[in-house]
């Protein structure tokens, strides 16, 4: 991928803050997995402190701020990740423009209208089929992120963090993206409407197919029914056991 990026006349040049250095996504781990095993609790106020000390780290780090500079940029492809308002903000200080890159989409970030009894939000759990009480929590969920940017973590990061620069909200910054890029694809999500300035490119995280070993290709041929492949990446580590035998008795049904 960057022989190719290279090859059409993009430069490529990584820097690594060291602020990463003190990074712990043990919250998020948390979450998925608390998630994935159906529970009810959610550790919303840790994701804000521990947000709000991640982005200070960040936009204090001078050095990197001073590295970013000197390399004079033309676009900043940034996270839009879910709880963290600091990325846009260093694009902002940098005065340059800049894409979003993700796999999560925001409805309310676009503008675009929803029905939160249908479309399931961030960290819910829930499908585009929910009971009445699901309903309800998913409009609390929405509700919840709509007013996220004016909390008190969140407030005023422009004016904390870019005095120098002309005051906007958080909100206005966030919602100035040029493009976003969603790694997800109709598919396999949920039905939902996108404006012109959003792209679903799904599988931004895959790598060319390899050859199958010997003993897995061999395995493949003497599967008369075919075979289903599943991943599930590190997070079947925290997988219960109860929701291990759902997945086995799944599979046991398509004969596999």
């Not at 960040?58 to 709880?83: C, H, K, R, W």
Request: glycine share 4%; proline share 5%.
């Amino acid at each position: 991928m960057d022989k190719k990026i290279r090859m059409g006349g993009i430069s490529v040049q990584s820097v690594i803050a060291k602020s990463f250095d003190n990074i712990s996504m043990d919250i998020v781990t948390q979450v998925v997995a608390e998630k994935l095993n159906r529970s009810k609790s959610f550790p919303f106020y840790q994701i804000l402190e521990r947000a709000s000390k991640y982005c200070h780290n960040f936009m204090t780090d001078d050095e990197l701020f001073q590295l970013l500079s000197s390399e004079q940029f033309a676009y900043a492809i940034v996270a839009n990740a879910p709880g963290i308002l600091c990325y846009e903000i260093l694009a902002y200080k940098l005065s340059l423009p800049f894409v979003f890159i993700g796999a999560h989409y925001d409805s309310l970030l676009n503008r675009i209208p929803f029905n939160p009894a249908t479309t399931p939000a961030l960290w819910s759990g829930f499908t585009d089929k929910m009971t009445f009480a699901q309903r309800v929590l998913n409009s609390l969920f929405y509700i919840i992120q709509l007013i996220k940017p004016t909390m008190p973590s969140f407030e005023n990061l422009v004016s904390k963090y870019v005095p120098e620069k002309p005051l906007i909200s958080n909100s206005e910054l966030k919602n100035s993206f040029i493009l976003q890029i969603i790694d997800g694809d109709f598919l396999i999500d949920y039905p939902l409407l996108t404006s012109p300035n959003v792209i679903m490119c799904g599988g931004l995280g895959t790598k060319p197919a390899q050859p199958l070993t010997s003993l897995i290709e061999t395995f493949v041929k003497k599967s008369i029914e075919g075979i289903a492949i599943v991943s599930f990446g590190s997070i079947i580590k925290s997988c219960s056991e109860q929701m291990l035998n759902t997945f086995l008795l799944a599979f046991q049904r398509q004969n596999v």
